[in-house]
């Protein structure tokens, strides 16, 4: 009887340690936040969807904002968006993919601000077919945007941050980078390989005082669908994404990412996985990884074969079918019309896809051109040959 009571005593004792432990973190973080006010932040892809949400909730924190993309007008647009809410902000045209302008943007940021206390690589896209119809080049321009650049940006700001023992560093990956999934290996591969580049360099910076954040979202409701890049039989790859994507079971806002994104780096955490179906999948495919992948096998199967347009890449926008857009889409297209993605479209002309593509603008203007064309004859308009390269998100 004496050790029974004994044990439960143990018990609560250890309860209430917990409890107390749980109260007292919590205190410390709500009370030893990193205060954003009059902070740099570096923020790569912030000209429209998560990166222009993201942009909005840093100005009201305080923070004074550079963004980068490498479409002016949709900088423009976002700049003047921003400078209306009070912000001090920084439109700064950049291909990230290049370490040269990529250089020569922190540089211009420093002429600016002067230091640079937060980077945010936000810079990223989508693309989606099966894998019998990925070329090296698909493979080559995902790494290129999701690996690369991050790799060039954050070398570019770290000796000054490492210099003061201060700095955030934040990588948007993906759910994608800790779960694989069907019909996006080429994506999945480049979002794995950011994440261990941005859990590794957590574990190397903790020394100088330079915490690192990796952010797994799932599916986020910023209506870039249409600029998403699709391959194979791209109407139906196009119609299950898109309506996956705005579901609101199992897709978030961008405004919960943002939050939840801001506070996380704000506390120095070391991850952020939202919405929870993302943070449940991530923890089964580590717990259960033979268990995933024969269900992931299955789901494969329902998917859409190959054909259709083979190995040329199709805008999102150019795939629509009868059930997308839809009223199962309706969350998406109005995220798309709150997030500089629609006028982007608009301000284009009705070839432009509203992104900007890695090549040069003459080759850029040549496939805008070419789409217009298309789509005035009433051909359905697809990329131009040879297949541009991909577009930033």
């Not at 940021?109 to 989508?126: E, P, S, V």
């Not at 490492?162 to 994506?187: D, E």
Request: proline share 4%; aromatic share 6%.
């Amino acid at each position: 009887m004496d050790s029974q009571n004994s044990l439960i005593l143990i018990a609560m004792s250890v309860g209430a340690l917990l409890v107390v432990l749980w109260a007292v973190r919590r205190w410390w973080r709500e009370h030893h936040q990193y205060d954003l006010t009059g902070k740099t932040v570096l923020l790569t892809g912030g000209s429209r969807g998560l990166g222009l949400v993201m942009a909005r909730q840093l100005v009201q924190q305080g923070a004074r904002l550079a963004i980068c993309a490498r479409d002016r007008a949709e900088l423009e647009r976002a700049r003047n968006e921003l400078e209306q809410q009070g912000g001090q902000v920084l439109a700064l045209p950049c291909d990230v993919t290049d370490k040269s302008q990529v250089e020569q943007m922190v540089q211009q940021m420093r002429d600016r601000f002067g230091q640079i206390d937060i980077l945010i690589n936000n810079a990223g896209t989508d693309l989606v077919g099966p894998m019998d119809v990925l070329t090296m080049e698909d493979y080559d321009d995902l790494m290129k945007l999701h690996f690369w650049a991050p790799l060039y940006t954050t070398y570019a700001v770290l000796p000054e941050m490492r210099q003061r023992k201060a700095g955030r560093i934040v990588n948007i990956s993906s759910i994608g980078g800790k779960v694989v999934s069907p019909h996006m290996l080429a994506y999945c591969a480049s979002k794995f390989a950011l994440t261990g580049l941005s859990e590794g360099m957590r574990a190397e910076l903790a020394k100088d005082g330079i915490p690192v954040t990796t952010v797994c979202p799932g599916f986020i409701r910023t209506g870039v669908i249409d600029h998403a890049m699709f391959k194979g039989q791209h109407r139906k790859e196009y119609t299950w994404f898109s309506i996956a994507d705005s579901l609101p079971l199992i897709s978030t806002s961008a405004e919960n990412v943002a939050r939840h994104t801001i506070a996380a780096f704000r506390h120095g955490d070391a991850e952020v996985i939202v919405p929870f179906p993302a943070w449940l999948s991530a923890k089964l495919f580590a717990l259960f990884p033979g268990l995933n992948s024969t269900l992931l096998g299955w789901a494969n199967r329902l998917l859409p074969g190959t054909g259709g347009i083979g190995t040329e890449r199709a805008l999102g926008k150019d795939s629509h079918s009868f059930l997308s857009p839809s009223v199962l889409t309706t969350l998406s297209e109005r995220a798309a019309r709150r997030n500089n993605e629609i006028a982007a479209e608009k301000a284009h002309g009705a070839g432009a896809n509203g992104q900007v593509e890695t090549g040069s603008h003459e080759q850029v203007e040549a496939q805008q051109v070419s789409a217009t064309e298309a789509k005035s004859s009433g051909i359905t308009a697809r990329s131009p040959s040879p297949e541009p390269a991909i577009a930033e998100d």
